[in-house]
Structures are given as structure tokens and as C-alpha cells.
């Protein structure tokens, strides 16, 4: 992806996923910016879910090509010709 520039493997962080840091920032995936604290939102997450900031990162990251491993792995199940060619490599002849 990174070689072809060409997207893959859409990316769900946005949509799916948030990654919570020991110190209490709140990012949707490792490699975008941090949008917000959880200890600034009295550690609400549905706060922080539902939130302007929120929205505006989801809006930033909306165009993603996933290449990070943990989110990867979300993409690759939403991914119908992945998750058909993986069921037909694991079915008995």
C-alpha cells in the first residue's frame, strides 16, 4: 500500500475503535493525534465518543488506508473478498 499508494484495506478506527493512553489521552488509533483526555471528560468515554472533537478527528481520518496492525485486523474482517477466500482455504474439498 505504502510502495503502490493505493488503498487496500479500509480503515474502522474511526468508526470502531479508540485506543486509551495510561496518562488518559484518547486517540483512535496509534498513529493519528490525540483528540482529547478522558480525565478532562470526567472519564466518560461515551462522552468523548459522541464529542465535537471526536468528529472532527473522525473527519480527518475518514480517508485512512489502514496499515497499522492492530486496526489492520478490523479492516481485514470487514474485507469481503478476504473473508471469502479465507473461509474457502480453511473448508474441506
Not at 489521552?25 to 465535537?52: A, H, M
Request: with cysteine.
Amino acid at each position: 500500500m505504502l510502495e503502490e499508494g493505493r488503498c487496500e484495506i479500509l480503515c474502522y478506527a474511526n468508526a470502531m475503535e479508540s485506543v486509551l493512553y495510561a496518562n488518559g489521552d484518547v486517540v483512535f488509533c496509534e498513529l493519528s493525534k490525540t483528540y482529547t483526555n478522558i480525565r478532562k471528560n470526567d472519564y466518560d468515554f461515551r462522552k468523548i465518543w459522541e464529542s465535537e472533537e471526536a468528529d472532527k478527528m473522525r473527519k480527518l481520518i475518514s480517508r485512512c488506508c489502514c496499515i497499522h496492525g492492530c486496526n489492520l485486523t478490523t479492516g481485514l474482517i470487514f474485507d469481503p473478498e478476504i473473508v471469502a477466500s479465507t473461509l474457502k482455504e480453511q473448508t474441506p474439498s
